[in-house]
């Protein structure tokens, strides 16, 4: 008999720890905030500055090329597409000298290095 005294005296904080343990689990599952992601939103316009050069780097929709404008006075300076290495564009976001380059159909990120606007292609040696 005595057993069962024990199992009731424990029954109550048992309940109580079993609540704060499932409390804490649960938390632990949540998904983390927003405030939390440092990447940067994809874009289909990005403003650079840098190396003496004021440019806006846009997305033309219908020909999924990267077009190059002055920010300044909205003069085009350069158009990049497939001849120049750059699948069709979706989105573009800009990270430093650096500019990421994602296609609908090419599940692949193409980088640019700003202001040279050329392709740069992992070396895996």
Do not use: C
């Amino acid at each position: 008999m005595w057993p069962g005294r024990l199992l009731q005296r424990l029954r109550r904080p048992g309940i109580v720890l079993l609540v704060v343990l499932s409390a804490i689990l649960l938390w632990s599952w949540l998904p983390a905030s927003d405030e939390t992601t440092e990447l940067p939103a994809a874009n289909q316009l990005v403003h650079w500055q840098g190396a003496g050069h004021d440019w806006l780097l846009v997305v033309d929709p219908q020909t999924r090329e990267l077009v190059v404008y002055d920010a300044s006075d909205g003069r085009p300076l350069q158009r990049l597409g497939a001849e120049d290495g750059v699948p069709p564009v979706q989105s573009i976001v800009l990270q430093g000298p650096w500019l990421f380059v994602m296609g609908g159909q090419h599940p692949k990120v193409r980088l640019l290095k700003l202001p040279q606007l050329q392709p740069v292609t992992a070396n895996t040696r």
